[in-house]
């Protein structure tokens, strides 16, 4: 069983595009895969057009011992099961308050003889339910646009992945970057790329997915851009990063690094500065995203 989050402090990032279309994927290629949504706005669950999910047919099932993995409130989508979110997650989160409450979805999960790939969808904060699903997973994808603020919470969100492993899953291996809503043609999306490449090194992967008008257009109920659009490039582009993915997953538990291994970021790397200040240069730390930006040495013409 492969468990895997999507997550990234930062909202927008292109968390919840990743999650449906990694499971798609997946599933399109033969593998048994369960979605869950945990974020309480549940937008991947109204983008696969289900809406009025009653609390007990939800992933709050999650959370509930008397309710066994078999009989989950799933639902059939194109390629995955899915296992909706509904606010009334919001309304739980107050009485998941002890530290044991992290463990709820790796417990529940143990029971799985169904499924080979469980992907998690979480919210752009650190909740008790992302941090189940950063206690469930093996893998964590961090869904990142080449822009400040993305950048910013892939960064928090890394850090969060490396507490999760030193306290909570020593199982969970360093997380993966996904660029997401690429547009070469920015210089700024250039720079970013150009600056996480430096820092991350081999955590970042090899796809991009650009940006794409058919994965920016609402969905119909229960569709992807696997069934709606076929070639293009946001369903070609989710294909070759799903392939990428599993190569990685299986470098990783064979302990194949895919290239040397890097030295961790700093971890007392100053705090990026605002755009102001960075954007001439005076103010930057050599390592905030913004000194990235200035660096006139950087690549040109990054394939995407
Ligand atoms: N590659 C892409 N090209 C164009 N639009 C995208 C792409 N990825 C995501 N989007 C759009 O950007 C918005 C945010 O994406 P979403 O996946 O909901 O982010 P998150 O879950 O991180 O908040 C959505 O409207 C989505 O349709
Ligand atoms: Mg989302």
């Known amino acids: 069983m492969i468990v895997l989050s999507i997550c990234n402090h930062k909202g927008g990032t292109g968390k919840t595009t ?15 895969v369960l979605v869950v949504d945990l974020d309480p706005q549940s937008f991947l669950t109204r983008m696969l057009g289900i809406t009025d999910v009653a609390s007990d047919e939800s992933s709050l099932a999650l959370f509930d011992h008397e309710i066994k993995f078999s009989a989950l409130p799933t639902r059939s989508m194109p390629g995955f099961d899915l296992l909706p979110s509904t606010g009334t997650l919001t309304k739980r989160m107050r009485s998941l308050n002890k530290p044991t409450d992290v463990l709820w979805t790796k417990e529940a999960i143990e029971q799985n003889d169904t499924y080979d790939v469980i992907l998690f969808d979480t919210a752009a904060a650190v909740t008790v339910y992302s941090l189940n699903a950063m206690v469930a997973s093996q893998h964590v994808v961090i869904p990142v646009t080449p822009e400040y603020q993305p950048v910013i919470g892939a960064e928090q969100t890394a850090q969060t992945v490396t507490m999760v492993r030193e306290r909570l899953n020593p199982e969970l291996h360093p997380p993966h970057f996904l660029f997401t809503q690429v547009d070469a043609r920015k210089t700024a999306h250039r720079k970013y790329r150009q600056y996480m490449r430096k820092r991350y090194q081999e955590r970042v992967m090899d796809t991009v997915i650009r940006t794409s008008a058919s994965l920016a257009r609402t969905y119909d109920a229960g569709e992807t851009v696997f069934e709606r659009d076929p070639y293009s490039r946001g369903a070609r582009d989710y294909a070759n990063a799903t392939d990428e993915l599993m190569q990685r997953i299986e470098d990783a538990a064979g302990d194949k690094p895919r290239r040397a ?35 006139p040495s950087s690549e040109r013409s990054p394939s995407a």
């Open 18 to 32: 990743s999650t449906i279309h990694l499971g798609a994927a997946l599933g399109h290629s033969g593998h048994r």
């Open 261 to 295: 291994t890097p030295a961790p970021p700093a971890a007392d790397a100053p705090p990026p500065q605002p755009l102001s200040s960075a954007t001439n240069g005076a103010h930057a730390s050599p390592d905030s995203p913004h000194a990235a930006l200035n660096d």
